[in-house]
């Protein structure tokens, strides 16, 4: 079923030429990052992920945010897995006469994430190209042999977050508006992995995954692994990052949409059985966080949530995908997720409910 | 030393904000993977290599050699430093309107790079942009915690190289020449990392190094690490390729410009003390293989070789500075190497020598 995705499908396609490791322990879309057993006492977690296109489309003009995304894109993906940050290697390629000033500002972004997530830049390449474009590749250890997966999730478990959701898509929807000239209102963009936390899940949650595509594709593409859907909790807004939300109704953006754009906040959405939700708020008050209630998991895969006064069936598949035909054009992006949501808006209205929200 | 090379210098510059993980064996420059500390029993190299110029350059025009590169570079870089593959993730941005056809051999050249190295792909991530570009970064294992470093070369040394030289910069040649058209003559550059060779390196060599940049870039590096220098063996012109010699001869290109070039063979350069030089050739021939003598490790930090009936000093740091500040440009890159050629065959003459090759 994951293969009703354009990006699933491009995998499938990119990798079915490829033999499998005998040492790999992931199945393809299965995990955030791929594990390897080196050998009884050793497993490792790595994972390659690029900034490309935030920085072709404008969103990265910050040299500093680009550098910063590179390594925390990557070291989410170790979190999502609960594997222990080694570090990560950096291929660069510099644009022709990029200015001293940007090359400072890109490193120095790539140094203070990693002193932020406690882990080291191992090594690099460079090149030199038209157009800036960062590729890293993380390295993780697994004690114990033990990870995080994308599937293992049950109907009847809690669905969980790690933090206020919604800030990855009001921030990109506030660059591609404009309206990120006062730095008053300029919603700041600066994600951390999860990897604090990831230690607790990996005790705890029956799958994982961090939310770099968005929120709702997330569910989705767990949804697709598991068999087994989501209901929201009703009011799920309160699970949305504040300004974020405040910024959504000021553009006139529908607040349900910062979880359906694809620009994610990087948080880990993880499910856990409901016989261990006790001990797991537990555990992660004696380690230091809160996780944010989010959920249930049906059995039904389905993905719904209170929409206009009604509990709405969102079609998660045909929001994933319309990334992928619009090609890059955030404009047409936008105004297709908006349609989306006039069509369901109107399905309310048709349902006898008044369409405020 | 290594600080009057430009690549050297931009490295330093990139990484002088990073802070060093604990857990790295190797410094900045003195090996050709990172090696990492995983626990006392598992030790890992990994490294991570772009190919990017040699695409935007028109160089790799045939998407199934790109592909191929891609994972050879990186395997070249493990064996260098003497470790076991255990696989590849990559991170791929495919042009807009790929045709299927190109993606297609691309991915069959990863596939069957990665079955001639016996090793696999373990991931990867996939961008769109305006030109194909491939990083890849690779996996291996240090058995023992050892592995083989561009330091530790004594004078008195033997040099040896994997496999004949020059190759590389034929083909590179060759298709910057516009001489590419006529299949029979055509160059078949499809390099293979020396892994199986590197097995045996492990045991014997005092330092190590691939070729990827060139015969005397590789020489001129380990130069500089070690603070000595190397002899070439007089009649090193029979450890070139014997087709990519003729190529030269023919394009009126001077033999010893296919070591000059940077664009490597992706063979392994190492030294092996003479006290053990006997046995290592008896290993060798017992793992099938048979290392070529190229000449002696000397304690003056001085590349020298036969040129023109004269032993001459060759400034290798000067050649490699070349590509930097042609910036891409082949052809006056080309034009550069042929004018260090055209002095060096003066001061021959000067010298008292009538300048035939």
């Not at 390295?139 to 478990?157: A, E, V, Y």
């Not at 989705?220 to 799920?236: I, K, P, V, Y």
Request: include cysteine.
């Amino acid at each position: 079923m994951t293969s009703n995705i354009c990006e699933n499908m491009l995998i499938q396609e990119l990798t079915k030429r490829f033999d499998r490791s005998p040492d790999q322990r992931n199945a393809v879309h299965e995990t955030d990052a791929e594990i390897i057993t080196i050998s009884d006492s050793c497993t490792i977690a790595m994972t390659t992920d690029s900034i490309a296109e935030e920085i072709s489309t404008g969103l990265y003009r910050d040299p500093y945010l680009a550098g910063w995304m590179a390594v925390m894109v990557n070291m989410s993906d170790l979190a999502a897995v609960g594997a222990r940050q080694m570090g990560i290697v950096m291929s660069e390629v510099l644009p022709r006469n990029y200015s001293e000033n940007d090359r400072e500002e890109l490193q120095r972004g790539i140094a203070e994430a990693c002193r932020k997530c406690e882990t080291f830049v191992l090594g690099g390449d460079t090149n030199v190209g038209d157009q800036l474009l960062l590729s890293g590749t993380a390295l993780g250890t697994c004690p114990g042999g033990r990870f995080l997966s994308r599937k293992g999730t049950q109907p009847g478990d809690f669905l969980f977050c790690t933090g206020t959701l919604g800030i990855g898509n009001a921030f990109a929807a506030q660059a591609l508006l404009g309206q990120d000239a006062n730095p008053s209102n300029r919603i700041n963009y600066l994600p951390s992995a999860r990897l604090h936390e990831s230690r607790t899940l990996l005790e705890y949650a029956s799958a994982c995954m961090d939310s770099s595509d968005g929120v709702l594709a997330t569910l989705d593409q767990m949804m697709r692994l598991n068999g087994a859907g989501f209901d929201l909790r009703s009011d799920w807004e309160s699970a949305l990052d504040q300004q974020s939300k405040e910024f959504a109704l000021s553009a006139g953006i529908p607040p349900w949409l910062l979880l359906a754009g694809e620009h994610g906040e990087f948080e880990l959405l993880f499910t856990v059985p409901q016989s261990r939700v006790r001990e797991m708020y537990d555990q992660a008050e004696n380690d230091d966080w809160q996780p944010m209630f989010l959920g249930r998991v049906r059995s039904k895969p389905a993905i719904s949530f209170m929409l206009y006064g009604e509990n709405t069936l969102v079609d998660t598949g045909m929001i994933r995908n319309i990334a992928s035909t619009t090609d890059g054009n955030i404009r047409e992006y936008l105004d297709n997720l908006l349609k989306v949501d006039s069509a369901i808006r109107k399905g309310a209205l048709h349902h006898g409910n008044d369409g405020s929200v």
